[in-house]
């Protein structure tokens, strides 16, 4: 056989050969995303970094072509346009293999941007998933490439060589696809799941933050920290995702009658929203592991209630999905002005993943690893004797009283500030014992009273203010809270464990002349 060398054909295969490549990673990771809940799904994430480049109007011009049916062409179009640059890919990979592989590899990182942009992806399974995929494209590529790497003047590509490699770029092309398909079809699904859950019902409105709850000082902690930026602390690697459909909330133990609550017996309860400020024990002075936000959802007291709580319990245990618990004692639930609650919300949304879908308990005062079970199942009561909770097996103590603390957030510790007026500012809590007064201390000078702003509620922290006549030079700068006890938090630095750290936060700054 003498037909003249066929360059063209040749190059179709290498597009060819990338784009199966480039399908194959694409495949993978919409796979991944479609079984393993907190992955992404990278062509729905591409997309949505597209959408939110375009400028305000072009943005409604998408949506306005392409109406309802907008993402299934935003889907195809990220598809078709990333298979179309694999297949350049291809054809660069003959003569620049390592070029190409870089050009994979950036593809890669572009899904990674776009996914950990997304509050709800999980970075570990993100990273893991676009690492994978990565590798296999790459493999996948090399694999179809690799018969007819030559280096010199481009060999014709026999016959026979040509038939296996079609078998092979069919073979995976068809795997690709059907894959894809499968992980799409997931990935729907749980969209649709998600989108799914039911509006939050209304609830009986806080008193909303009164005039002077904040400070308008740059850098300082907002009053209510937003969902996407609220502190995540657990024992869980990958967020879970749990559905509201079939998952259910029992009482148990030492009550009159056990209960069984499905999520929409839990919404249809009588609703009410708190603004509570939750910390974690772990939290280091100056530490960030503290947050608040508005939780709405249902009186613990409503639940205990109808379930008919025996005298004789003396511990409250939550435990989730997964078996983690947390306990505290019951007669915390005593004073009338403290409520605890079972949240289904928070900041007005349905809880997020992180922060314990379906729903968690907010405990007004208590650290989260006593009170704050997450993705909550179940309502135990029992003895305080009777049952440990994972973190008291651990060494921790058994009781997690918040203890009062006070953090500088403004200026920066190891900042530069001009000389003269200089706002040092920052949030102080002791939920639910309330904060009275805070105090800064320049050097080792006298303690300076802050101004405090209007607290929500003593359930909250709040924001605080000293404006320092700054003279130049390098300066420390200390701050002390005092509860709503009269209680001057605790002086002497103790490390967290085993209740939570201790001492007051310090930072030092340099006053420029
Ligand atoms: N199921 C479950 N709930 C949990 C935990 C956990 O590990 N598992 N950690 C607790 C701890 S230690 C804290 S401080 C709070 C943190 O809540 P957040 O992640 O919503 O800020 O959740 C609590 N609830
Ligand atoms: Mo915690």
Not at 7 to 17: G, K, M, N, W
Not at 120 to 135: C, F, R, T, W, Y
Not at 155 to 168: I, S
Not at 203 to 224: E, K, M, R
């Amino acid at each position: 056989m003498n037909v003249a060398p066929a360059p063209r054909s040749t190059r179709a295969a290498d597009a060819l050969s990338g784009a199966v490549a480039g399908g194959a990673g694409l495949a993978l990771a919409e796979l991944i995303a479609g079984l393993l809940p907190g992955a992404p799904s990278v062509v729905t994430e591409v997309g949505t970094l597209l959408i939110s480049l375009q400028p305000a109007g072009a943005k409604q011009l998408v949506v306005d072509l392409f109406g309802t049916a907008d993402k299934l062409a935003l889907t195809l179009t990220v598809t078709v346009v990333a298979l179309l640059i694999t297949a350049a890919l291809g054809v660069l990979a003959r003569s620049r293999r390592g070029l190409a592989q870089l050009g994979f590899l950036g593809f890669g990182l572009l899904g990674i941007y776009a996914s950990l942009r997304d509050p709800l992806v999980d970075p570990i399974p993100a990273l893991l998933s676009a690492g994978v995929s990565i590798v296999v494209a790459i493999w996948t590529l090399d694999w179809l490439l690799g018969r007819s790497v030559v280096r010199g003047p481009r060999p014709e590509m026999p016959d026979w060589e040509r038939r296996r490699f079609l078998g092979r770029a069919l073979t995976a092309g068809a795997v690709a696809v059907v894959g894809g398909t499968v992980g799409r079809i997931l990935v729907e699904r749980q969209q649709a799941a998600a989108a799914a859950v039911p509006p939050l019902p209304v609830a009986a409105p806080a008193a909303s933050p009164p005039p002077g709850a904040t400070f308008d000082v740059p850098g300082i902690t907002p009053l209510v920290i937003s969902n996407d930026r609220f502190y995540r602390i657990d024992t869980q690697l990958l967020t879970p995702h749990l559905q509201a459909d079939g998952w259910s909330l029992s009482v148990t133990g030492m009550v009159d009658r056990e209960l069984q609550f499905s999520y929409a017996d839990l919404l249809a309860l009588p609703q009410f929203e708190q603004y509570v400020t939750i910390a974690c024990v772990s939290n280091e002075v100056g530490g960030d592991l503290v947050g608040n936000a508005l939780w709405s959802g249902v009186k613990l007291r409503d639940v205990l209630d109808r379930a008919g709580m025996q005298a004789d319990a003396t511990q409250l245990v939550g435990r989730a999905f997964d078996g983690w618990t947390a306990g505290f004692p019951t007669s915390w639930l005593d004073p009338p002005d403290r409520e605890a609650m079972i949240a289904v919300g928070m900041n007005g949304e349905p809880l997020p993943p992180q922060h314990g879908f379906p729903a968690r308990l907010i405990v007004p005062g208590l650290f989260g690893y006593v009170s704050a079970t997450k993705w909550l199942t179940e309502i135990n009561l029992t003895t305080l004797e009777a049952f440990d909770a994972y973190w008291i097996r651990l060494g921790w103590a058994k009781e997690g009283p918040i203890l009062t603390q006070s953090r500088i957030d403004a200026p920066r510790n190891g900042g530069h500030v001009p000389a003269g007026t200089v706002a040092v500012a920052g949030v102080a809590w002791a939920p639910d014992r309330g904060i009275s007064r805070v105090e800064v201390q320049v050097d080792e000078g006298p303690w300076n009273a802050a101004e405090l702003s209007r607290a929500i509620s003593d359930a909250t922290w709040l924001q605080w203010l000293y404006r320092w006549q700054a003279p130049p030079g390098m300066h420390s700068l200390r701050v002390r809270a005092t509860d709503g006890t009269g209680e001057v938090q605790a002086a002497e630095r103790t490390p967290p464990p085993p209740d939570g750290a201790r001492g007051y936060h310090q930072i030092a700054v340099t006053v420029d002349g």
